[in-house]
């Protein structure tokens, strides 16, 4: 009988930690919903070249990153020094074109409030 007892409490701390499992789960997705909406809602009234401004300048950035930074590598007939050479300047590189962008095209969802009831 002391191990029907046992076996009845594990199964309930089981149930009770997936349950406060799918809580956590479902908190976490809702902020991040919140957070795209919030977003969408703001880009509502922003003019049209701002909008397809994103996509062009993440477009130039990945064939800038890519194609022309190699050419350290080739430059420098692909050698250890090289590569350290093209890691290091693409680091600095797409952190200057993350500030960048986050300048440019930053949204301000300040003045929306997601309400989950809808």
Known sequence: MGEDTSQKNEF????????????????????WRENR??????????????????????????????PVMLEI?????RSAWAWI??????????????RTYDQIFSVDTSQFSFNSEQ
Not at 18 to 26: H, M
Request: glycine share 8%.
């Open 73 to 77: 590598v080739r430059l420098g007939d």
């Open 12 to 31: 309930i701390d089981k149930k009770e930690e997936s349950e406060a499992s799918f809580r956590r789960l479902k908190k976490a997705f809702d902020k």
């Open 85 to 98: 050479a093209y890691f290091t300047a693409l680091y600095f590189v797409v952190s200057f074109q993350k």
């Open 37 to 66: 909406v919030n977003g969408i809602l703001a880009q509502e009234g922003e003019p049209i070249w701002l909008t397809l401004g994103r996509p062009l300048f993440l477009s130039g950035c990945i064939l800038f990153d890519g």
